[in-house]
């Protein structure tokens, strides 16, 4: 399934898979946009089937009810929220339309990443470094932000873990953000495992 929007200013779509036998997926994204801007998460619940599901749900609402807080509060928040649950792995996206650039934060194996322009496989990338644990089990990691810019045609992509790694090794942005994310699910996604790909372009 795919799912095409416009939030703030730039496109977005989703493309998902759900692991065979189960009828609700442990991925989930959450988009809401805010004065400043908008909020990307996606969240991969762990395992599969209706408790990560739910666990995936209960990050969403938190993201979604005050998407202009910051990366770090929300993931703390998720934390708390989700203890006693399976839990989940996130990575988040602050995006400032304002001063064209985004903070981000990941735990887990959510991968993030922006290939900048439209220039095919050689571009230029920025990649988030991905803290390890699990939001809502255990100790979270120290959690820091970082900061980059994010500009008119740049690709914002992130891959939950059905997705396999490498879709990067020869990724092109030329197409418009649905190719791309059909694209890739049709390309990288493992079969045995939920998936989901987003993919958010400025401009």
Same mark, same amino acid.
């Given at each position: 399934?795919?799912?095409?929007?416009?939030?703030?200013?730039?496109?977005?779509?989703?493309?998902?898979? /759900?692991?065979? #036998?189960?009828?609700?997926?442990?991925?989930?994204? &959450?988009?809401?946009?805010?004065?400043? %801007?908008? =909020?990307? +998460?996606?969240?991969?619940?762990?395992?599969?089937?209706?408790?990560?599901?739910?666990?995936?749900?209960?990050?969403?609402?938190?993201?979604?009810?005050?998407?202009?807080?910051?990366?770090?509060?929300?993931?703390?928040?998720?934390?708390?929220?989700?203890?006693?649950?399976?839990?989940?792995?996130?990575?988040?996206?602050?995006?400032?339309?304002?001063?064209?650039?985004?903070?981000?934060?990941?735990?887990?194996?959510?991968?993030?990443? /922006?290939?900048? #322009?439209?220039?095919?496989?050689?571009?230029?990338? &920025?990649?988030?470094?991905?803290?390890? %644990?699990? =939001?809502? +089990?255990?100790?979270?990691?120290?959690?820091?932000?970082?900061?980059?810019?994010?500009?008119?045609?740049?690709?914002?992509?992130?891959?939950?873990?059905?997705?396999?790694?490498?879709?990067?090794?020869?990724?092109?942005?030329?197409?418009?953000?649905?190719?791309?994310?059909?694209?890739?699910?049709?390309?990288?996604?493992?079969?045995?495992?939920?998936?989901?790909?987003?993919?958010?372009?400025?401009?």
């Amino acid at each position: 399934m795919t799912i095409d929007r416009k939030v703030a200013t730039f496109d977005l779509a989703v493309a998902r898979f /759900v692991s065979p #036998g189960q009828s609700d997926s442990g991925d989930l994204e &959450a988009v809401r946009r805010h004065e400043r %801007g908008a =909020v990307i +998460a996606v969240i991969d619940g762990i395992g599969h089937g209706l408790e990560a599901a739910a666990a995936a749900r209960i990050a969403h609402d938190i993201i979604a009810e005050d998407p202009q807080d910051s990366p770090i509060a929300l993931v703390t928040r998720c934390h708390e929220a989700l203890r006693g649950t399976r839990g989940v792995v996130m990575s988040i996206v602050s995006v400032d339309a304002t001063r064209t650039a985004l903070r981000w934060l990941g735990v887990g194996n959510v991968r993030a990443l /922006v290939q900048r #322009g439209c220039a095919g496989p050689d571009a230029a990338r &920025a990649e988030l470094l991905l803290r390890a %644990g699990v =939001v809502g +089990a255990g100790e979270l990691p120290t959690l820091r932000t970082s900061v980059i810019p994010f500009h008119e045609h740049d690709t914002l992509i992130l891959a939950t873990d059905g997705i396999r790694p490498q879709f990067a090794d020869q990724l092109s942005v030329a197409g418009p953000p649905r190719a791309i994310a059909d694209g890739i699910l049709a390309s990288h996604c493992a079969g045995s495992d939920d998936a989901l790909v987003l993919v958010a372009r400025v401009g």
